[in-house]
Each structure stands twice: as C-alpha cells, then as structure tokens.
C-alpha cells in the first residue's frame, strides 16, 4: 500500500486546513485510516482514526470537536478537517492504515500501523 498525503501549509491561528491522503495498491475500504503527528522534539502522536466496517472514528482529546476525520472509499481517500488550528497544532502530519480494525486504547499505538505516508508539514503561526 502507498500512502501519499498532501494539503499542509501555513495557516494563521483560528485558521482551517484539509489535508488529503490518498492510497494506492490494495482495496481502500478493507484498511482503517489515521493520522498522527510529530511536532520538532517531539514523538509521533496519534491524532484520529477511522476504522474500516463500522466508521467508528476516534480523536486525541486536544483536537476533539476542532478536527474531523472522513473517508472517501469511492476516491481511496482519507481527509483530516482541521478548524480553529492553534499554534500547537503545527506539527508534521502523517497518514496512517492498518488492515486491523482496533479499539481505541489500541489505535493511539503507531506500531499497529502497516503503512505510512511521507508527512505534510502544517504550520500554525501569526
């Protein structure tokens, strides 16, 4: 499975993005989706998922009700929404799919994930 993500830039803080990611070389609707991201310094964390089958999504705490993660299967697609980006969010965002369908204390874990995206770079600044 490829992964190739794009959409990050600069934004201004209150400001929104879409990044996109789109996967290749294996039927779409059979892996769940995730993003995670790393900040300068910092480990990679999980950011949201959406899981294949159900569509059940989850999202770390600090980007709940800012940030919605959907999929397009007919496109082979996953997207992140991101509103009202605060300079925190800046990080480099990375799309993620494992053929696993897991729970949530399971899904913030990136050695479950299969395959990975290069990173789209997103910077949240004045």
């Known amino acids: 499975v490829q992964l190739q993500a794009f959409g990050g830039g600069l934004v201004q803080p209150g400001g929104s993005l879409r990044l996109s990611c789109a996967a290749s070389?294996?039927?779409?609707?059979?892996?769940?989706m995730g993003w995670f991201r790393q900040a300068p310094g910092k480990e990679r964390e999980f950011v949201a998922i959406?899981?294949?089958?159900?569509?059940?999504?989850f999202y770390t705490g600090s980007v709940k009700g800012r940030f919605t993660i959907s999929r397009d299967n007919a496109k082979n697609t996953v997207y992140l929404q991101m509103n009202s980006l605060k300079p925190e969010d800046t990080a480099v965002y990375y799309c993620?799919?494992?053929?696993?369908?897991?729970?949530?204390?399971?899904?913030?874990?990136?050695?479950?994930?299969?395959?990975w995206g290069q990173g789209t770079l997103v910077t949240v600044s004045s």
């Open positions: 993620a799919a494992t053929s696993l369908n897991p729970a949530q204390s399971t899904a913030l874990t990136p050695s479950i994930y299969e395959y």
């Open positions: 070389g294996r039927t779409f609707s059979t892996l769940t």
């Open positions: 959406r899981r294949r089958g159900d569509g059940n999504t």
